[in-house]
């Protein structure tokens, strides 16, 4: 019954709307989404895809003026970040290019501080041994990095002393 009024135009336009301003129209629509993602099996992959386009149209589209405002990254990446958690381990091959694809380039942003938060927890799963070599821990700090040196950013955002340390236990405390 509900694949008949929910088609795929339907369901950018709702990921279209999470720029909106209002973070509570936002908080709803990700409830919404996460419960047509739990309901429409058939659509899961478009739904992936559409959610990935408008994370990487952030990066790489998006004019500065725009980017300042990061409406809905949060929220998407919150639904990313559940749906990560429910990827079977070990991770298949489209599962892993998902994640350096779409997750790296996330880093590379100015405004990566407003997101981190979500950004970490779509890099974490639950069970930490079974990451894919490619988006383990060091490495995963070390892909953004990377993009920071590229662009001629020396400091680290969100480096501190102690961070090894900070994420370790935060890590023991979740798993």
Known sequence: MLRNHVDRSFL???VALFASKDPRERNRLKYV???????????????QR???????RFV???SPAEAERHCGVGELLEICGSIINGFVVP?????????ARVLLPLHRTRWVHTYHRQLSYCGSIRRPGHLPP????????????AHRRARGDRRDPLSAPGLPAASAAAAHRCC
Do not use: C, N
């Open 12 to 14: 950018a336009g709702l």
């Open 33 to 47: 989404y996460h419960q047509l993602y739990s309901k429409l099996t058939v659509e899961r992959a478009f739904m």
């Open 50 to 56: 559409i959610m990935a386009a408008a994370l990487l």
């Open 60 to 62: 790489y589209d998006t």
């Open 91 to 99: 991770l298949k091959e489209e599962h892993r290019a998902f994640m």
């Open 134 to 145: 490619p988006l383990a821990g060091d490495q995963l700090l070390e892909g953004g990095a």
